[in-house]
């Protein structure tokens, strides 16, 4: 009997004679405490009289390498450190601090030269050429939001004139 590798993730099974073939299923139903033989399938007659192929399928799961493994392995601890109280506490008090800043801010301390459309049509455009580090300092925001903004979402309007001074746009450009 050879195992012969079709594709990566399958496997089959050949046999060199018929005899090895009809042994392997016989094994099969010795050792399934004999459910084909209960049930009447007849394989090996059948077999025998070319009525049936013999196949058998199972998958392989592809080894993983070492780097891999290491990568796998950090992943999962940080969503087990990311579920820690700790980390829980810390993530509300910081959405604490942005709903209160989110109602306090006041849109009439919006100058009136920055509108949506200058927002869209101008600063946006820029932001995408000004690091996630800049734009992290100047709001005071997450590594992941700074980057969100820097790749086109918009930001809520209380960040918008910091956001234009850090690319240079104001009401004389």
Same mark, same amino acid.
């Given at each position: ?42 394989? &090996? ?16 799961? $592809? ?16 969503? &087990? ?29 919006? $100058? ?5 459309? &200058? ?37 809520? $309007? ?16």
């Amino acid at each position: 009997m050879s195992v012969l590798l079709d594709k990566p993730e399958t496997a089959g099974l050949r046999f060199d004679t018929h005899d090895d073939a009809l042994n392997f299923a016989a094994q099969l139903v010795n050792d399934s405490k004999d459910w084909l033989a209960v049930h009447d399938l007849n394989i &090996v007659k059948r077999y025998k009289e070319a009525e049936l192929e013999i196949v058998f399928e199972f998958r392989v799961r $592809p080894q993983r390498d070492g780097a891999t493994l290491r990568l796998v392995n950090a992943a999962r601890i940080g969503r &087990v450190a990311a579920r820690s109280p700790e980390a829980r506490a810390k993530h509300a008090a910081s959405r604490r601090r942005q709903a209160a800043a989110c109602s306090e801010w006041d849109p009439s301390s919006q $100058p009136a030269w920055l509108t949506s459309e &200058v927002f869209s049509q101008q600063i946006q455009q820029l932001l995408a050429n000004v690091p996630t580090a800049a734009i992290r300092s100047r709001l005071g925001v997450s590594r992941w939001y700074a980057a969100k903004i820097r790749q086109g979402y918009r930001p809520h $309007p209380r960040h918008w004139q910091a956001l234009a001074e850090l690319v240079g746009v104001s009401a004389n450009a």
